[in-house]
């Protein structure tokens, strides 16, 4: 016969445990988001580098800075693309870590909730 303090020690293990596996559910969906963005704004980017390319080298084209757009040449906006890929690419290898990182504490978090669960 189990012991009234060894039942709420086990239900606070079994909430603790689904609290765990909850928040790394939460971490991984965020991250899987990010990485979706990413890929998106990486996909946006190589279109326009493209289109940008085809244009003359003496068309001038407007850059977006914050919330205006400035006039500017096609190099600079080629290279400001190339620079915002860049960068897009090392997030998304800090997001690929983060996703491994958080689909193994998922892994963990379940296994340890099935065990408490078939106590």
């Keep these: 016969k189990r012991s ?3 039942m709420e020690t086990e239900a606070k293990a ?10 790394a559910h939460e ?5 899987v988001r990010s990485l979706q963005l990413a890929k998106t704004s990486l996909h946006k980017n190589e279109i ?8 003359t080298t ?18 600079s906006v080629v290279t400001s693309l190339e620079d915002q890929n860049k960068k897009i690419n090392e997030e998304m290898i800090r997001y690929q870590g983060l996703k491994k990182t958080y ?4 892994e ?3 296994k340890h909730l099935q065990e408490l669960s078939a106590k």
């Design 58 to 75: 003496d068309h001038k084209v407007y850059k977006s800075v914050g919330r205006m757009f400035v006039l500017s040449n096609k190099e």
């Design 14 to 23: 079994l909430g603790d445990a689904q609290k765990e596996f909850i928040l």
């Design 48 to 55: 326009t580098k493209v289109e940008v390319g085809r244009l």
């Design 27 to 31: 971490q991984l969906a965020a991250v």
């Design 4 to 6: 009234r303090i060894n």
């Design 103 to 106: 689909e193994t504490k998922k």
């Design 108 to 110: 963990l978090a379940t």
